[in-house]
């Protein structure tokens, strides 16, 4: 009897401060796997339709969040900014 309880308990502990959070974890890593496969497919199938470029970039960005979006606006006006003067 002692032998059941104490395997009752040991699991119970594993379970919940190892692998419910581990589970969380690969949900959450799973999901943005999704996400970005999404992102590209949707870019391939917009190069192969002969989509304006600035049409797949913005279409490209509706799948960012917010957050996300303004520092690839950011980064992209930082790189236009160094071609740019290096032309000059």
Do not use: C, D, H, W
Not at 39 to 48: A, D, Y
Not at 61 to 86: C, D, I, M, T, Y
């Amino acid at each position: 009897m002692a032998v059941a309880l104490i395997t009752t308990f040991y699991g119970s502990i594993l379970a919940n401060l190892i692998f419910n959070p581990m589970g969380g974890k690969l949900a959450l890593r799973s999901a943005e796997e999704i996400l970005i496969k999404e992102v590209i497919i949707e870019g391939i199938l917009s190069i192969q339709a002969g989509e304006n470029p600035r049409i797949v970039e913005e279409k490209l960005k509706a799948f960012l969040s917010p957050s996300n979006r303004e520092l690839q606006e950011v980064k992209s006006s930082k790189a236009v900014g160094n071609v740019v003067g290096e032309s000059v």
